[in-house]
């Protein structure tokens, strides 16, 4: 029995590689049960990545377009562009908030990121203490933006920490919320608080994978420090990089967490995020909240793109 | 309430509340409530209840209610409470979901939106039981577009100026003494010179300004055109709601500079602490003020907001109505039902004042003479009132109030002199609403 089950399976053997000499694994044909598990292990997240990503947002994008309170369906009305039509034409705040994402992309793509590269590249070239800075500066990457948010809210309102520090009550308190000329510099500040650590690990992990015999290579040719870092290092962290941009578009763009434990609804720092949620949440939803969402989704779509091609990419390799 | 009246939008129906009403209801002897008491009960089984609170005062109140009932009845409820902004946030998704069989809820508008809906459970039986322990503007109140009654008041209380008695012996100021604008310039002055805060605001939440340009217009433009605003038969581009604004700008520089960082609270703390001289708020925080000591609580005082148009006098009052409603989608309707019944029963309000947080209940039971000095003042004010709106955001679209009023007076703070643009910016955004 032994000898001619080896001999069947011998002979499978032989026929397979007979078919197809070049490629005998692709074209191997999967057994039932393999085409079974298979079925399982793609089919299920596959379903439930439709029922929960891209069914909530194909519907959302059909909301954009009608009237709905968000309770009867057959409230339903159609209202073609309206809704649209209302953001662009007729509510300032949305360009309020526009300026607001802009800020904070412009802030974390020419502050944040790069303080966060420098960060790393510091601690990666071990200088003193850099085991303290590293954990220091990555502390606040262990906590939720929602719990960031609350910290600073205790720090800096007008009955916080920093007012009692300086010795003023809430009478005349440093409005550091409440001015609107510098509030979201105030944001500013507090999310790269968080972002830079972030930066700091994800760019300090790719540092850890180049070669180091590429920068003594640079160094013996007489390379200054900025010069390795530029011409061998950073070409050599593309991937890293690229993740790195696409993080901060993203990080920017879907700001919400922060702004809603301090603002709440109110529109004391009108972001995106904080829109679509204000115009959906709470009683007598209006679907200019899904209208909103569809606008970011769309701004988001290109850095997201780029984001998973290049994490396939890496994959592949 | 007459036909016309009857075909204007949901937003008005809360506006009848008429004085005399309110005051014989308030005034009232609590014969009716003892006949009644026998009522509640019954072999409901298990139930919860939803409270939009998480502060000590009402929650004492709360739970006091919630055992006093369990105690009668043998049916447990379970006491699930959230933060109030982040319950209003929820409340759609809520209802729709699994909601609490009973919870804590606001009269009007608010209130018809949801019955509307078919979320909310019919409490027509439980009135017919105990109805005649209010008198019929809280239950005009508690209707629905559809005649049927959906809500059970608990308290009300009035906006007003409020003083600490103490500061304002100390002022040399007679608060009777301030009837006009006039009076009420010349106390800002005053208050302004001895170095104090003499308008206390805040508007961080996006809310509390509302209740500023409520009296305002009321004082100045009448109960009739707010109303008419409010549900959008009048312009905000008029230049009637323009000048509004313009007495706005005359208070703000008596106020806080922190307009915009603070929240309701904070403005509270500010007359708590005697940083300001006054304020304009709800009376719902003598709570607070009692957490604090039964001296800062005897210490408050309110007056009516000052007449600025003759015409008008001191005649409208935002007093918006709290309560109970219950949940369709609740696993235990009748629970609900039973528990509400208890809730709006003199036996359930004598349960929450038993526990000693000041509240102005809206049962005739409560009876008046057993009324604390500042409660006494509260009625006072409602009674020279023959107007009485709820506020703002109770008033209108809540698809208006939030997202599109609120930021629109925020914005103003910032800066005053954008009034032009900004009211023709709430114009267009009105217009561009969608139908109803």
């Known amino acids: 029995m032994g000898r001619s089950a080896a001999a069947l399976s011998d002979g499978k053997l032989k026929r397979t590689t007979a078919a197809s000499p070049k490629r005998p694994r692709r074209r191997r044909a999967f057994s039932r049960s393999d085409r079974f598990t298979l079925g399982v292990f793609v089919g299920v997240p596959t379903a439930i990545h439709l029922l929960l990503v891209w069914i909530p947002a194909t519907l959302t994008i059909y909301l954009s377009f009608t009237y709905w309170t968000g309770i009867n369906y057959s409230d339903i009305t159609w209202a073609g562009l309206a809704n649209y039509d209302n953001i662009f034409t007729k509510t300032p705040l949305f360009y309020d908030a526009v300026r607001n994402n802009v800020i904070w992309l412009v802030w974390f793509a020419l502050i944040s990121t790069p303080a966060g590269v420098l960060l790393a590249y510091q601690i990666d070239r071990q200088i003193r203490g850099h085991r303290f800075y590293q954990s220091a500066y990555y502390f606040p990457v262990v906590l939720s933006l929602a719990v960031t948010g609350i910290i600073w809210n205790f720090m800096l309102r007008s009955d916080g920490f920093i007012n009692g520090l300086i010795g003023r009550d809430i009478s005349n308190a440093v409005s550091f919320f409440g001015n609107y000329d510098i509030n979201i510099y105030v944001i500013m500040v507090i999310a790269s608080w968080r972002h830079v650590g972030y930066i700091m690990l994800l760019y300090l992990a790719g540092l850890k994978a180049v070669d180091p015999t590429l920068r003594e290579a640079a160094a013996i040719d007489g390379a200054t420090e900025w010069e390795t870092f530029r011409k061998v290092v950073l070409p050599a962290m593309r991937p890293v990089n690229i993740i790195i941009v696409v993080i901060t578009i993203i990080e920017s763009l879907r700001a919400f967490d922060i702004i809603y434990v301090i603002y709440g609804t109110s529109a004391g720092l009108p972001i995106l995020g904080v829109l679509v949620f204000q115009n959906i949440a709470g009683e007598g939803a209006s679907m200019k909240g899904a209208a909103y969402a569809v606008i970011l989704f769309v701004l988001s779509i290109g850095p997201i793109i780029a984001y998973l091609r290049q994490q396939f990419r890496e994959d592949v390799s | ?436």
């Open chain 2, 1 to 436: 309430m007459t036909t016309d009246q009857n075909k204007v939008r949901g937003a008005d129906v809360g506006y009848t509340l008429n004085r005399r009403e309110l005051l014989i209801g308030a005034a009232g002897v609590a014969g009716a409530g003892a006949l009644l008491a026998a009522c509640g009960g019954g072999e409901v089984g298990p139930l919860t209840f939803g409270a939009r609170t998480v502060d000590e005062s009402p929650t004492k109140q709360l739970k006091a209610l919630v055992a006093a009932y369990e105690a009668k009845t043998g049916n447990t409820v379970t006491y699930n409470a959230t933060e109030s902004n982040a319950f209003q946030n929820n409340l759609s998704q809520y209802l729709q979901g699994t909601p609490d069989d009973a919870f804590q809820w606001m009269a009007g508008y608010r209130m018809q939106f949801f019955a509307e809906q078919g979320l909310l459970v019919d409490l027509t039986d439980v009135w017919d039981k105990i109805g005649d322990q209010y008198s019929e503007s809280y239950k005009i109140a508690s209707t629905g577009l559809d005649g049927k009654q959906y809500f059970i008041p608990q308290s009300w209380y009035p906006w007003g100026m409020h003083f600490r008695k103490s500061m304002l012996a100390e002022l040399g100021i007679d608060p009777d003494g301030i009837y006009n604008w006039d009076d009420f310039m010349k106390m800002l002055d005053g208050m302004k010179s001895k170095g104090l805060i003499g308008f206390a605001a805040a508007d961080k939440g996006g809310w509390e300004a509302m209740g500023t340009f409520d009296i305002l217009n009321a004082r100045i433009n009448g109960y009739q055109f707010h109303v008419d605003l409010m549900a959008g038969r009048e312009k905000w581009t008029d230049a009637r709601t323009a000048e509004v604004f313009k007495y706005w700008e005359m208070l703000v520089p008596y106020m806080n500079d922190n307009v915009l960082d603070l929240e309701w609270d904070g403005a509270m703390q500010l007359l708590l602490q005697k940083k300001a001289g006054a304020m304009l708020m709800g009376s719902w925080f003598g709570g607070n003020f009692k957490e604090q000591s039964d001296a800062d609580y005897e210490d408050l005082w309110i007056i009516p907001f000052p007449e600025i148009n003759p015409e008008h006098k001191r005649d409208t009052i935002d007093a918006p109505i709290d309560g109970f409603c219950a949940a369709k989608n609740g696993a235990n309707n009748d629970g609900g039902k039973d528990f509400l019944a208890f809730a709006g029963d003199m036996e359930g309000v004598q349960a929450m004042l038993d526990t000693g947080v000041p509240m102005t209940s809206a049962n005739k039971g409560q009876d008046t003479s057993t009324y604390d000095a500042f409660q006494t003042q509260q009625l006072a004010v409602m009674a020279e009132a023959k107007y009485i709106t709820q506020f703002l955001d109770r008033d209108t679209r809540p698809d208006f109030a939030g997202p599109i009023v609120g930021p629109a007076l925020q914005s103003w703070f910032k800066n005053p002199k954008d009034v032009n643009k900004i009211l023709e910016s709430l114009q267009s955004q009105w217009d561009a609403l969608p139908p109803l």
